[in-house]
Nanobody
Framework: QVQVMESGGGLVQAGGSLRLSCTTS????????MAWFRQAPGKEREGVSC????????YYADSVKGRFTVSRDNAKNTQYLQMNSLRPEDTAMYYC????????????????????WGQGTQVTVSS
């Protein structure tokens, strides 16, 4: 059983930064890609980023490109999401998820590809 756990959410003013962390029970031994999703109240869960843990290749939603950066530390079984220039519309519950593939496919933002999810961490950006 793979366990996924996020941390690092909180309340920040617009223009501020936060870094989210996601730890899994086994990151590199599985070799699967990892993703971040977010879900705002009343909205669909949307893909934010995906990272190939072996090659380090990264992919982002258009809405966060240039502001968010995903990275990983395989030795710590952890991936990170550095969020800069935060906006009120970034307010959401952020989830970490493990891909069913070892790479991020073109359809990486389709939540149906992910079997293992964390409980989520809340990010609130005030205007």
């Amino acid at each position: 059983q793979v366990q996924v756990m996020e941390s690092g959410g909180g309340l920040v003013q617009a223009g501020g930064s936060l870094r989210l962390s996601c730890t899994t029970s086994s990151l590199t031994s599985d070799g699967y890609a990892m993703a971040w999703f977010r879900q705002a109240p009343g909205k669909e869960r949307e893909g934010v980023s995906c990272i190939n843990l072996i090659t380090g290749s990264t992919y982002y939603a258009d809405s966060v490109k240039g502001r968010f950066t995903v990275s990983r530390d395989n030795a710590k079984n952890t991936q990170y999401l550095q969020m800069n220039s935060l906006r009120p519309e970034d307010t959401a519950m952020y989830y970490c998820a493990r891909q069913s593939l070892t790479y991020c496919p073109v359809s990486w933002s389709d939540r149906r590809q992910y079997k293992y999810w964390g409980q989520g961490t809340q990010v609130t950006v005030s205007s």
